[in-house]
Each structure stands twice: as structure tokens, then as C-alpha cells.
């Protein structure tokens, strides 16, 4: 069975087409800068070498036309005939309240994601132009669904509702939803894979560690608690985001700053986070040579970060009553060696304690990083959404 993944957004999609048996990467990259100047697609062979097929790509279709092309042209492609491709995997950002799971893509399902619009109004568009995308040009390829959401929607209701009044959630649907899940499932199906034993059982903490960053609270394989909210906004400092913050500055900078909603979004979105404290980058790597060179924005910046994810890290202990797992992913989880030493130090009261041996030069790749005495197993274990995305697809492709 081989499966297309698409992840659509504004400008850009990120495709991959696999091969289930072995679970195979086929073909993957990127079309970037649609509707602009510039625009391409970027093709990833797996010999890490790229080819750069420019051309005017108008809108979404054209770009999904580009990577089809790509997939079955003689010189580059993989297929001979674009029937040799069971179905679309598509990342979708939000799902709402509806969607507890992926789901294969029908005028319901097409509704109920309209629906979600207005939750996640900058991503589910684009996503939604990749499914209307494919379904004109391919007009009987199955297609798949799988949400970020999804994943927290076992979420009980005393850590997803927020201190305001209730009618706002029946009104709006404003509550905690949680992003990243199909990378926090992921990673923790992963764990526990390596670890040979089920996620029944388990308490596990998940740190998706990228330029967005979140963290999640998994028991017995579910999602009970997760640091973004509403909006991706809230939790962690990640990059160009604040993080968790108190209300009360953003009505005060609005206020002070004449403000409107959209620039208050702007400033604590793409404005914030290590890129606004440091004014250096939201980059990770700029702000560690930085902070070697001994930059004090640099260094203060990083100890935040830090100690944000700690923090997080014992209140999930906390919440779960005990952890058995640590993972850490995403650009940052899985390569930056001191970040995870640095989170995890002084954490041995609770049960963490990591092997500076074992942690140190480690990237992107598996590995159990912890003491043999630690009570906690302390892992990095690299995110795969697009793998999960194509076994989700595969799944329901094979329970129709
Ligand atoms: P995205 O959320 O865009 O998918 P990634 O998961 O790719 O982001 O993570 C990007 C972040 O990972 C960047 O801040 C980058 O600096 C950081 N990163 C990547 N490699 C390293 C490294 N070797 N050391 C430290 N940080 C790294």
C-alpha cells in the first residue's frame, strides 16, 4: 500500500509518499512560497542532494499537481501511475471537540472541519485546500484526516476548562486543546515500543521540544494534560512565542501600546518567545553560540527555557502522580544535548536523573539517556507525524 502525506499550510506544502510495507520514505519535500514570487519544489533525495523545480505556483492545486508530477516522472519519480496510490494522509491542525481520532474524509467530515475554521483561522484553510485540492484532481483518491487535536481529546474536563464563565465555552468552545498530538503519540507509542512494554500503566511526559513547543501528560496512553491551550500560544517559551503569560500585560500593553487584536496577536506570537528577549533569533543554535560568547540576554533567555519545561515537568509529575517516562523531541529535544542536561538537573528528588554520558553529543536518534538508577527512564526519541499520519491512513484504509 503506498500513501501520499501532505502537511498544507499558508504557503507551503510538505509532502511524503511512503510505502507501508517496510514502512518506506519513497519521495519527500517541499513546494514553498506559493502565490509568490519565487515559488518551487524542493525535492529531498534521500541521498540528503536537492532538485529545485521552479514555476509559477499559483495556489495549493498546482502545487499538488507539482509534487503528483514529481511522484511519476520518469527521471525523478517513484510511480508510473498516479492509481498506484491507496490514499492521502493529510495533517489537519484543528479538529475540535468532533474529531477524537483521524477519519477518512467525506462531505461530513469536510463540514465538521469547516466548522474549526474559526478556532484555528490562519491553518485549517490551507489544510482544507489540500483535501479540495486532491479531490479535483484525483476525484475518487481516498483521503484521510489526521488532527493535532485529536490526540488531547481524552483530556478530563478539569484540566482542559479554563477560569472563565462556562457560557464562554458553550459559546465559543473555549477550553484547552492541545497541539502537536500526533507527534506526542507518537513519540510516546515509540518509548514505549523501545522499551518493550505497553503504554498501559504508564505515566509518561512528553516534551515536544521545536520552535513551537509543548509538553504533554500521557496515561495509559492517553493525553490528560498538555501545556497549549486554546491556541498553540500558551505553555512553553518557544521561539517567537510568549508562552504562558498573565492577561493582565496583554490587556495592559494594548492599552499603553494602542493595540489592536491582530498586533497584540503579532507581537505575543511572532514577536516574543527566545527571538524577542534575546533580539538575537528564535533560533536555538544562534542563541547558544550567543550565550557562549557571553551574551547575557543570550543566558537568561536559555535558563527561562529551561526552567519553564522543568516546571512543567513536575507539575505533570504532580498531576500523574508519578512518571515512568521522559521523552524528549522535536529540533531541540532531539539535538540539543545541553538543553536536555539543563532540564533535567536538580530534577533527581522526583526520579529524574540523566546520564551526562550517555546524553552528551547524542542527536536524532533513539536512545534511553537516563542512570540505570534513575527512577525515571529519561528518552530522546525523534518525531515521525508524517510516518503516523501514513499508518493512520493505512489503518482505516484497512478497516473500510
Ligand atoms: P518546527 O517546530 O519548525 O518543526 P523543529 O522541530 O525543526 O521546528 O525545531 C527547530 C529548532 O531546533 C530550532 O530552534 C533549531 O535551532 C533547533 N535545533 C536544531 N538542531 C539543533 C542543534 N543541533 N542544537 C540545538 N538546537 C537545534
Not at 503569560?245 to 494594548?254: A, E, K, R, S
Not at 533580539?279 to 543570550?298: C, H, Q, T, V
Not at 515512568?324 to 536523573?353: H, P, S, Y
Request: proline share 2%.
Amino acid at each position: 500500500m503506498k500513501i501520499l502525506v501532505l502537511n498544507c499550510g499558508s504557503s507551503s506544502i510538505k509532502f511524503q509518499f511512503f510505502d507501508m510495507e517496510g514502512e518506506k520514505v519513497l519521495s519527500k519535500g517541499l513546494v514553498e512560497k506559493i502565490g509568490l514570487n519565487g515559488s518551487c519544489l524542493v525535492l529531498e533525495k534521500a541521498t540528503g542532494e536537492k532538485v529545485i523545480f521552479e514555476g509559477e505556483i499559483l495556489d495549493h492545486k498546482v502545487g499538488i499537481e507539482y509534487v503528483l508530477g514529481v511522484l511519476t516522472s520518469e527521471k525523478h519519480g517513484c510511480i508510473s501511475d498516479l492509481d498506484e496510490i491507496t490514499a492521502v494522509g493529510h495533517r489537519v491542525v484543528h479538529g475540535g471537540e468532533h474529531f477524537k481520532e483521524s477519519a477518512i474524509v467525506d462531505s461530513n467530515v469536510i463540514s465538521e472541519m469547516e466548522k474549526c475554521i474559526d478556532l484555528a483561522p490562519l491553518h485549517n484553510p490551507p489544510n482544507l485546500k489540500g483535501i479540495e485540492a486532491i479531490s479535483d484532481i484525483i476525484p475518487d483518491m481516498k483521503q484521510v484526516a489526521v488532527f493535532d487535536t485529536a490526540f488531547h481529546q481524552t483530556m478530563p474536563k478539569h484540566a482542559y476548562m479554563y477560569g472563565i464563565p462556562y457560557s464562554l465555552y458553550m459559546k465559543y468552545g473555549i477550553r484547552r486543546y492541545g497541539f502537536h498530538g500526533t507527534s506526542h503519540r507518537y513519540v510516546s507509542k515509540r518509548a514505549c515500543k523501545i522499551l518493550g512494554t505497553e503504554c498501559e500503566n504508564k505515566k509518561i511526559i512528553t516534551c515536544h521540544l521545536g520552535n513551537g513547543a509543548s509538553v504533554a501528560a500521557i496515561q495509559n496512553g492517553r493525553s490528560v494534560d498538555t501545556s497549549m491551550g486554546f491556541t498553540p500560544l500558551e505553555g512553553l517559551l518557544m521561539g517567537t512565542r510568549s508562552g504562558d503569560l498573565d492577561i493582565g500585560v496583554v490587556t495592559y500593553l494594548m492599552e499603553k501600546e494602542k493595540l489592536g487584536s491582530d498586533t497584540a496577536s503579532i507581537l505575543f506570537n511572532k514577536h516574543s518567545g527566545m527571538l524577542g528577549l534575546t533580539g538575537i533569533s528564535s533560533d536555538f543554535r544562534d542563541i547558544n553560540d550567543k550565550a557562549a560568547e557571553g551574551n547575557e540576554l543570550a543566558k537568561i533567555a536559555l535558563v527561562m527555557y529551561h526552567y519553564r519545561v522543568k516546571k512543567y515537568i513536575g507539575a505533570y509529575t504532580a498531576a500523574m502522580n508519578g512518571c515512568d517516562v521522559l521523552v524528549f523531541t522535536g529540533g531541540i529535544g532531539e539535538n540539543a544535548d545541553q538543553t536536555r542536561k539543563a532540564i533535567c538537573d536538580e530534577l533527581d528528588w522526583l526520579g529524574f536523573e540523566i546520564d551526562e554520558k550517555k546524553n552528551k553529543g547524542l542527536r536524532s536518534k533513539e536512545a534511553i539517556i537516563s542512570k540505570d538508577s534513575s527512577k525515571v527512564k529519561i528518552m530522546v526519541v525523534p518525531t515521525n507525524e508524517e510516518l503516523m499520519i501514513a499508518r493512520d491512513t493505512k489503518l482505516l484504509m484497512e478497516d473500510k
